[in-house]
């Protein structure tokens, strides 16, 4: 093991003034996530710092070649031009599994979304699986973390992470948050998502029609396709759209909530992702497809899914037709999912010269979201500056 690889596995030996003296902090990784501390008989000044980053060096050394002495004897000196140090220890803090549940509690308590419900389900189980290596390092935990999930996964664990500490914190359950410094260190779901922003042209939207029309197994899906492109509604929101939460002339969608599985089934959720709830209008071609749609529909029932599932009637289930995607677009447009849908109609919306304002009220999203998200580049490049 190189000395900057151990650094990186146990943390950095930090120092810190406490009492008036300067006192060695320790990595919390070399004593199974307890913090301690070494405190010195150095009173605060530049003379004595120096004396005190000697100490933190001489540690830092011995952690990086594996020779640290973890009964501290040897960091003890009896002469007096090498004052004594005493060990310190904090307090015994709750184990932060512990500290975890307790947050989850708090959590559920005040209501959370069937999808976020579901996150933290998620992200216990990941913290269980890392077992005696969850401690309140936070290097040590995101290293070991990334040995068994991806890098969005971690981030969002450590993100959740640093959340909890900021409320054990505010309750003064611990003393600080570990986790936040790891947090800005990680890329952001910015930079590990935008590859996949790709909005497809309307040569590119009739190839995906016509593939789906042609295709006799999944020709019954080709209309919910074109409502996601005309309407650049989360695919998940679509999948909930019942026949009165339009108007009678099909001219508006009332957005209510959204088909989100969850514990082995398809079930509705209120709100959007945002927790908000939003009328838009529909174009002439969207408001067109569905008066047809109407006019030839079984089910008279208003309360019954404009798109329901063709097996059972109820809910579709988002993560199958991921297969049926699979089979009819990927083929053609490899890497691409039905959230491009969402891309191409915002992007062809700022093309036209729609408000990015009034975009992000109908697609329930932000104007830098528009801009940092989902605006298309390639496809913007099309447009000039006006003279």
Not at 164 to 171: A, Q, S
Request: glycine residues 4%; positive net charge; hydrophobic residues 35%.
């Amino acid at each position: 093991m190189t000395a900057s690889t151990a650094k990186k596995q146990h943390g950095t030996v930090g120092i810190e003034e406490f009492q008036g003296r300067y006192r060695i902090r320790l990595p919390r990784s070399l004593f199974g996530g307890k913090q301690k501390y070494i405190c010195t008989i150095y009173t605060i000044s530049p003379e004595n710092r120096k004396l005190a980053e000697a100490i933190v060096q001489r540690i830092q050394a011995d952690i990086s070649f594996e020779r640290f002495d973890f009964s501290l004897d040897s960091y003890k000196h009896s002469s007096q031009s090498r004052p004594k140090l005493e060990i310190f220890k904090t307090e015994k803090e709750i184990a932060l599994f512990d500290l975890w549940q307790k947050f989850v509690q708090h959590k559920q308590e005040k209501g959370l979304k069937v999808k976020t419900l579901e996150e933290y389900g998620n992200f216990t189980k990941l913290l269980l699986k890392l077992g005696k290596n969850l401690s309140y390092d936070g290097l040590t935990v995101k290293n070991h973390l990334m040995e068994i999930t991806t890098v969005d996964q971690t981030r969002r664990v450590i993100s959740y992470l640093s959340a909890c500490c900021n409320w054990g914190m505010k309750h003064r359950l611990i003393k600080e948050n570990p986790f936040e410094p790891v947090v800005s260190d990680l890329p952001t779901r910015k930079e590990l998502t935008e590859d996949n922003c790709y909005a497809f042209s309307q040569e590119e939207q009739e190839k995906i029609l016509s593939a789906f029309s042609a295709n006799r197994f999944y020709r019954i899906y080709t209309n919910l396709v074109k409502f996601w492109l005309y309407t650049g509604c989360r695919p998940s929101e679509a999948l909930a759209v019942r026949w009165c939460d339009l108007t009678a002339d099909c001219s508006q969608i009332y957005f209510r909530g959204s088909a989100q599985y969850s514990n082995g089934k398809v079930v509705f959720s209120e709100g959007s992702k945002n927790n908000n709830k939003r009328t838009i209008p529909t174009s002439k071609k969207l408001q067109a497809v569905l008066l047809e749609m109407k006019e030839n529909r079984k089910n008279s029932d208003d309360e019954s899914l404009i798109f329901p599932s063709p097996r059972n009637g109820g809910f579709i289930n988002y993560h199958n037709f991921l297969d049926i995607w699979k089979a009819v677009v990927i083929p053609m447009f490899p890497e691409t999912t039905p959230y491009n849908c969402r891309d191409s109609f915002i992007t062809e919306q700022i093309l036209k010269g729609v408000s990015t304002a009034i975009i992000a009220k109908w697609c329930d999203t932000s104007v830098s979201m528009i801009e940092q998200r989902y605006a298309d580049s390639l496809k913007l490049l099309s447009i000039r500056p006006a003279d």
